[in-house]
């Protein structure tokens, strides 16, 4: 199976190595473009390990601290990728 590759625009692109969740959570934050996601769109996924999986990787990612109410009232982290990432041609696997 194929999978999307991506690299982080910088002096040197360099090709990112992601898990499947780490990937997800890219092309979810490229989608969402400057607006971002959140935990609270994700229930029961743990979206702050592929945040750091990510970063880890070199990708930075903002995050926004907002208020929400309700039972259990609080914050949550709002997620915005600011690197400027290039996705690569899918390469085949060789059959």
């Given at each position: ?27 979810e ?5 400057g ?61």
């Amino acid at each position: 199976m194929s999978c999307p590759r991506y690299t982080i625009e910088a002096t040197e692109p360099s090709p990112l190595t992601l898990t499947k969740r780490a990937r997800f959570f890219l092309e979810e934050l490229l989608a969402a473009g400057g607006e971002g996601i959140t935990t609270v769109d994700y229930p029961g996924v743990r979206v702050g390990d592929a945040i750091h999986k990510l970063r880890k990787a070199g990708v930075v990612i903002e995050t926004k601290y907002e208020r929400h109410s309700g039972e259990f009232e609080g914050s949550h982290g709002r997620y915005v990728l600011r690197s400027k990432i290039n996705q690569l041609p899918i390469e085949q696997d060789a059959q």
